[in-house]
């Protein structure tokens, strides 16, 4: 099976804009969440989609955004890019629940 | 609060030497965890998860529910080991199980 993919793979967006990322999961996989990766904070959970209704969230503010199609494909927006949104944007599927498989990250660069 | 502490940022072995990479984690229920590993340029990959009681590549990790620990273990470290590790809880959140929790990770190197 085609592991999890992630596009585009590399971002650079400026401040204020907003950006949109795609993650295709593992066949089968109903499941997909969004990780944002940094340097200071770690991995840090944004959300999880689940037959495209969002089943659970993490502690990130609104201008975080996902959403989960009809083929298990999901995207997460951001709005009103800020510096500090610089990261590596890491998407995971899973058969319902329990062990995720990664996709190999979106890194965003906000200028 | 659900919590995984790693307290290594960095462990360096030897080629040939034990080693152990600690977690400990704070969950208030029946937690389920995990190591994934992370080797040079590559992905996020699942190493393994306590429910599957395996040996992956050697190494091994029990989950000690009294110590609140998940230690990953092997016996004879390998150069090819060295990678960035992390362990993971599966926390219950909303009645689901879709997020998972990490520590910071431990950078291991084992040097020839």
């Known amino acids: 099976k085609a592991g999890v993919t992630q596009t585009p793979r590399y971002l650079i967006k400026t401040r204020g804009q907003q950006v949109t990322l795609s993650c295709s999961p593992i066949s089968g996989h109903r499941s997909v969440s969004w990780y944002q990766q940094t340097p200071g904070q770690g991995l840090q959970f944004l959300f999880e989609?689940?037959?495209?209704?969002?089943?659970n969230k993490g502690n990130f503010p609104g201008r975080f955004s996902g959403r989960q199609f009809s083929n298990s494909r999901s995207e997460m927006n951001v709005s009103t890019l800020e510096l500090g949104d610089s990261a590596l944007y890491l998407c995971a599927s899973s058969l319902s629940s329990g062990a995720q498989y990664f996709g190999p990250g979106t890194r965003l660069l906000v200028l | 609060a659900q919590r995984v502490t790693q307290p290594e940022k960095l462990l360096s072995v030897f080629k040939g030497a034990p080693v152990e990479l600690k977690c400990n984690y704070s969950?208030?229920?029946?937690?389920?965890l995990f190591w994934y590993v992370q080797y040079s340029r590559q992905r996020l990959q699942l190493l393994l998860r306590h429910i599957s009681r395996e040996s992956i590549k050697g190494f091994t990790a029990d989950l000690n529910k009294g110590e609140t620990s998940f230690h990953l273990k092997k016996p004879f470290a390998q150069e090819e080991d060295s990678a960035m590790y992390y362990c993971?809880?599966?926390?219950?959140?909303?009645?689901?199980?879709?997020?998972?929790?990490f520590g910071k990770g431990t950078k291991l190197s084992v040097k020839p």
């Open positions: 969950y208030s229920g029946s937690p389920e």
């Open positions: 993971a809880l599966s926390g219950n959140y909303g009645g689901s199980q879709g997020n998972l929790i």
């Open positions: 989609y689940f037959s495209e209704t969002q089943r």
